[in-house]
């Protein structure tokens, strides 16, 4: 037989371990390639099991194999409170605490080998000993290292069954008291909470880190290092709560009360909306929908100048897109879902811009911020353009190319953008048109295209009427409009060489076009 060279031989791979995991009382199952088992006494209730670093409470009775009792929990009268990984006294269960859930009694029998560490906090037991703990599940509190550096250590204390979290662009109301480790009261919110933008903080730098991390309804302690609480200068005493050491670590209780997540509709931010009541559905209004709404409508300094659909009033109707009300009113509920509610505030630039205006309950006086609480109600969507037969895409493309171009006439470019918009939406997808009907999607993606970006010039868009344009070249590498109002765009964004390029292109195709 041929001798195989010993060191260029394969190695020899270890057998596969894999868990046994007990399911039914009394069965016995083996966790771990180091011969943890256990043995399931009484099933637990729920899905959920703890993970390392979490915080359990359990009642436990330890004993040696075979031999007399030597610990137990329920001797002391209360349950033994540990942090799954840093505990000696359960050190050997820690791959049999993270199977358990809520409730469960199972039997750990721990080999030598994972408890030998642990003995010096028993007596008289033998370091070769195998040991079993009889373990209840009475709960736990989920531990989060926040910052992923120890700076942060959250504990949930109550949990919540919502979903959605806060982002750093959204407003949070949190309720909180702030501690030092000898448990002076430091701070604290009032007793309805308190608001803020998350992205502006609010005490310290710990609770805008924390809060992005939270349910609404969500409480928990944080456990905040002096990086990121009120670092090496401390504070001082303020409105009669004690002053804050230099280097102190700080206790929080944090509650989550509410959240309104926010949108910006324009990109200039000057239209902006805050989701109070969200809905988890997907549908919004398209260009031409029917939506019915109510709304209460104030000024910055709350003044109530309008409001529709209360005190017995049938829900306001309207049409999205076609100049029935304010521009900025007009954009935002076009965003809004059936059933969300929301508070949108609108700049006088998308509302009634520089000149006072008279309303039903008062005058708006010029440059006024408005603040619109709108419940959208119900609304009835035009046709998408997949639920509608070819000549009905190329005849909405036109009726929509034709309603630009008197906004644009009309000087009213950030209406007529949506129009061509939404017509060359409806042409985009052209793969069941006939030689014909391709022809015609073509014409209106390429010249309601160039009239966005003639839209997009003056609303100072540079970057939008650059795409614009550019896939214009794609259906026709030669337009000359496209080329020179790219370059239009690229002159205002001061990128000179690309501007230089297109322009002498339009030289080269046409030098006689004025």
Same mark, same amino acid.
């Given at each position: ?38 043995k399931l006494v009484r099933a637990g209730h729920g899905w959920d099991s ?54 469960? $009694? ?95 903080g609010h005490l310290c730098h710990a ?36 002053? $804050? ?31 109070? &009541? ?17 709304? $209460? ?22 049409? $999205? ?87 644009? &006439?009309?000087? &009213? ?68 409009? %496209? ?15 690309? %501007? ?15």
């Open positions: 037989m041929e001798e195989i060279d010993e060191d260029t031989a394969p190695p020899m791979k270890a057998e596969e371990f894999r868990p046994q995991y007990p399911n039914r009382a009394d069965e016995e199952g083996i966790l771990t390639r180091c011969g943890l088992k256990k703890p993970e390392p670093g979490d915080e359990v409470s359990v009642h436990y009775t330890s004993r040696v194999l075979g031999g007399e009792q030597f610990s137990s929990s329920r001797n002391k009268g209360e349950p033994l409170v540990v942090v799954i990984g840093d505990d000696h006294v359960l050190k050997g269960c820690n791959d049999g605490l993270v199977t358990m859930r809520k409730g469960e $009694i199972a039997v750990f029998t721990v080999p030598p080998k994972s408890t030998h560490r642990s003995h010096d906090v028993f007596f008289a037991i033998p370091i070769d000993a195998t040991l079993q703990f009889e373990i209840e599940m009475i709960s736990w509190l989920k531990v989060v290292d926040v910052c992923g550096d120890g700076g942060i250590i959250k504990k949930i204390l109550s949990r919540s069954e919502m979903l959605v979290r806060p982002e750093k662009k959204d407003e949070v109301t949190v309720k909180y008291e702030a501690r030092l480790e000898d448990d002076s009261l430091v701070a604290m919110s009032p007793e309805t909470g308190v608001e803020f933008l998350v992205n502006d609770v805008e880190k924390a809060v992005v991390t939270m349910r609404k309804g969500e409480k928990a302690l944080l456990r905040v290092d002096p990086r990121y609480a009120f670092g090496c200068y401390g504070r001082p005493a303020q409105d009669g709560l004690s002053a $804050i050491p230099p280097n102190a670590v700080i206790i929080i209780s944090l509650e989550l009360v509410a959240f309104k997540l926010i949108e910006c509709i324009t990109e200039d931010m000057k239209v902006v909306k805050k989701i109070t &009541k969200p809905v988890e559905s997907f549908e919004k209004p398209n260009s031409g929908t029917i939506v019915q709404i109510r709304y $209460i409508a104030k000024l910055e300094d709350g003044t109530l100048f309008d409001q529709k659909g209360f005190d017995g009033e049938d829900p306001f109707e309207f049409k $999205i897109d076609e100049e029935q009300v304010i521009i900025g009113l007009d954009l935002a509920v076009a965003s809004m879902k059936r059933g969300e509610g929301a508070l949108i505030i609108i700049d006088h630039q998308y509302g009634f811009g520089n000149t006072q205006t008279q309303m039903n309950l008062v005058a708006i006086p010029s440059f006024s911020t408005l603040y619109y609480e709108v419940e959208m109600v119900e609304f009835t969507k035009v046709k998408e353009p997949w639920d509608m037969e070819p000549e009905q895409k190329i005849e909405y493309a036109a009726k929509r190319k034709e309603e630009g171009n008197l906004y644009f &006439k009309a000087g &009213k470019y950030q209406r007529a953008s949506l129009r061509y918009d939404t017509a060359v939406k409806y042409v985009e997808f052209d793969a069941v048109f006939n030689e014909e009907q391709k022809k015609m999607g073509k014409f209106f993606k390429v010249s309601c295209n160039l009239n966005n970006a003639a839209c997009k010039i003056r609303l100072k868009e540079f970057r939008e009427a650059v795409a614009l344009c550019s896939r214009v070249l794609q259906l026709e590498s030669c337009n000359i409009k %496209a080329l020179f109002r790219r370059a239009q765009a690229y002159i205002e964004m001061t990128d000179f060489d690309l %501007a230089a390029l297109d322009l002498k292109k339009t030289h080269e195709i046409d030098p006689h076009n004025q």
